[in-house]
């Protein structure tokens, strides 16, 4: 796996900590040997809570099925550690998915990629992101909503080739909105 290191701001690695992540993500390649590439982010803020002060998060591309996890710490190698332990039961969740027998097509299979961007106040926005919407049903979206980690996300619904919004309710479940033209 080609792993991308990418210190933010006001973060200064060092050549240990560089192999260190190096080593602890690359270990992921033993659950799911598909993995081609990978970024990591570190970034450091000036918390009133030192265990929130380095924040890693890691993106991995699966043949186009993106898997990403978030965690922090006070200290680079914790946040790196937790992160690996978040994504390894992403992993194992995805895979499972992958070969349960009776749900359809997997995702693998159709080789899906989708990243959402972050919403930020209206007043400002600071971020833009692009991505590639292919086709998918309701239930793809679904799992690739769960395999980023993320409370919604947009798609293309091939059974209605319209763009949908899908979102995780603060009750359970999922909520849909199909945009109407007015």
Same mark, same amino acid.
């Given at each position: 796996?080609?792993?991308?290191?990418?210190?933010?701001?006001?973060?200064? #690695? !060092?050549?240990?900590?560089?192999?260190?992540?190096? *080593?602890?993500? @690359? *270990? #992921?390649?033993?659950? &799911? $040997?598909?993995?081609?590439?990978?970024? #990591?982010?570190?970034?450091?803020?000036?918390?009133? &809570? $030192?265990?929130?002060?380095? /924040?890693?998060?890691? /993106?991995?591309?699966?043949? @186009?099925?993106?898997?990403?996890?978030?965690?922090?710490?006070?200290?680079?190698?914790?946040?790196?550690?937790?992160? =690996?332990?978040?994504?390894? !039961?992403?992993?194992?969740?995805?895979?499972?998915?992958?070969?349960?027998?009776?749900?359809?097509?997997?995702?693998?299979?159709?080789?899906?990629?989708?990243?959402?961007?972050?919403? %930020?106040?209206? %007043?400002?926005? =600071? *971020?833009?992101?692009?991505? #590639?919407?292919?086709?998918?049903?309701?239930?793809?979206?679904?799992?690739?909503?769960?395999?980023?980690?993320?409370?919604?996300?947009?798609?293309?619904?091939?059974? /209605?080739?319209?763009?949908?919004?899908?979102?995780?309710?603060?009750? @359970?479940?999922?909520?849909?909105? =199909? $945009?109407? =033209?007015?």
């Amino acid at each position: 796996m080609k792993l991308q290191i990418v210190p933010k701001e006001n973060v200064v #690695l !060092s050549k240990q900590v560089e192999e260190y992540a190096n *080593k602890r993500v @690359g *270990k #992921l390649d033993r659950y &799911l $040997p598909s993995i081609s590439e990978g970024t #990591l982010e570190i970034s450091w803020e000036d918390t009133k &809570l $030192p265990e929130q002060r380095f /924040t890693v998060q890691v /993106t991995l591309d699966n043949k @186009g099925v993106l898997i990403r996890a978030q965690e922090k710490a006070e200290d680079i190698r914790i946040a790196i550690d937790k992160v =690996v332990d978040a994504l390894t !039961s992403r992993i194992e969740r995805y895979k499972g998915k992958l070969y349960d027998k009776g749900k359809g097509v997997s995702l693998a299979r159709q080789g899906l990629a989708m990243e959402v961007g972050e919403i %930020e106040p209206p %007043e400002k926005v =600071v *971020k833009t992101k692009h991505y #590639l919407i292919k086709p998918m049903s309701q239930d793809e979206a679904i799992n690739q909503m769960e395999l980023l980690g993320h409370d919604f996300f947009l798609f293309f619904n091939s059974e /209605t080739d319209r763009l949908n919004l899908l979102y995780r309710r603060k009750t @359970g479940g999922y909520g849909l909105i =199909v $945009p109407e =033209v007015g």
